[in-house]
């Protein structure tokens, strides 16, 4: 007898998984202050590294094993329901690629949106593969990540060194734009930018895979295991994943701020790019973990709760702060880039905007089903409208994502 192929459709608030938005508004909350700090004047010691060592690249990390985790969810879901499912997420994935693209072109900001569209393109060709195929693959990814130059360099014979200097000189052009230019010179400035993306080679988009694809793999494995779906029964790899992650998140994260190609001829650009890979995935995880522990206990749901309510509108929040940082901090804005607050002041600002950005979505999901973004997400990729209001805190501690 037949399965019933049930209509498609987007995942209720009553089936979301609490804790994967408590963690995406953590996340996020880490990714605001990054941004500021990273557009204030850097100071070598004190606040400047210690944001790097703490929150950069590791908030990133972390959001990209979320996306990973929630692809995972929703096929496995998408599978259990009988419901057609490799079209829908394709336009799905299209539509995300759309919003990275206008934000990357008008808001003068490369969108993390469009990398995580052409990851979950990678992530459809692995739906079939067992949860130990996919591990094996995440390591795969990060040893071809790890020599990306040499393979870069073996299969372009000479366009090192050329291709350094024109980045460089990319990068000032960009730098300058973002101090003087007008919006509409920086708009086509972008452009440029976003057309020149494109343009790499095919082979560059397999042998030199997206940074944040292994994490991805991870966080897309977790949910093949049937991991996210019984953490209150698996404290003991919580507290593995805890200690390993701290462990080697502080043996590999102090790398670059040492001269390794003094103590280390040679292997000193090997060993920063290992100390890259490794150093924000193995803190993430670190984090993502010990907030798991805690949300199992009354006390870590009070102290970490809040964080559920800019978790469970990450896309309209992401790209808020993206433009409130482009408002705050280039010239056609307010003009604050580089050197006219410092990094304490790029802190206290971070947390003044997350303490917005966290008051806004209270306000609206207070009201609405679903933040603004993710409705028009949802209503391009389902072909219809979904404009039902909710009373506060409904369906908050129920499951699914």
């Not at 404009?387 to 805190?393: K, V």
Request: aromatic share 12%; proline share 4%.
């Amino acid at each position: 007898m037949t399965a019933v192929q049930q209509p498609a459709g987007p995942i209720a608030t009553t089936e979301r998984i609490e804790l994967l938005d408590v963690l995406r508004g953590f996340a996020l909350m880490g990714m605001v202050v990054v941004h500021m700090v990273d557009s204030s004047a850097y100071q070598p010691k004190g606040f400047g590294p210690a944001t790097d060592f703490l929150l950069s690249s590791k908030m990133l990390s972390l959001f990209s094993f979320l996306f990973g985790a929630g692809f995972g969810v929703q096929m496995l879901r998408a599978e259990a329901s009988g419901r057609a499912f490799v079209a829908l997420y394709l336009r799905r994935m299209f539509v995300l690629f759309a919003f990275g693209a206008l934000q990357s072109v008008f808001l003068g900001w490369t969108s993390i949106l469009e990398d995580y569209a052409i990851i979950g393109c990678m992530l459809l060709l692995l739906r079939r593969v067992p949860v130990r195929g996919i591990l094996v693959t995440t390591l795969v990814v990060l040893s071809l990540a790890e020599f990306a130059g040499p393979i870069n360099q073996m299969l372009r014979p000479g366009a090192g060194a050329q291709s350094r200097a024109l980045r460089r000189q990319r990068v000032e052009r960009m730098n300058e734009a973002k101090k003087s230019a007008t919006y509409r010179e920086f708009v086509s400035l972008q452009f440029e930018t976003f057309q020149r993306r494109y343009q790499k080679p095919w082979w560059a988009w397999i042998l030199l895979p997206q940074n944040y694809l292994a994490i991805c793999l991870l966080g897309f494995a977790a949910a093949r295991s049937g991991l996210l779906e019984r953490l209150g029964e698996r404290r003991r790899l919580l507290k593995t994943t805890v200690w390993y992650g701290l462990f080697i998140g502080l043996l590999a994260n102090p790398l670059p701020f040492l001269d390794v190609n003094l103590k280390f001829p040679g292997a000193g650009p090997l060993l920063t790019r290992l100390s890259f890979l490794l150093a924000g995935p193995s803190l993430a995880l670190f984090y993502g973990a010990s907030i798991a522990l805690a949300y199992q206990t009354e006390r870590g749901r009070k102290l970490f709760g809040w964080l559920r309510w800019p978790g469970r509108m990450a896309l309209t929040n992401y790209v808020l702060q993206a433009s409130l940082v482009v408002f705050i901090f280039y010239g056609f804005g307010l003009g604050l880039i580089h050197s006219k607050i410092n990094v304490p002041q790029g802190w206290a600002l971070g947390l003044a905007v997350c303490a917005l950005i966290t008051g806004v979505s209270m306000a609206w999901l207070r009201r609405f089903e679903y933040g603004p973004l993710e409705w028009l997400w949802r209503t391009l990729t389902y072909g219809r409208s979904r404009r039902r209001t909710l009373p506060a805190f409904a369906g908050l501690s129920a499951r699914g994502s």
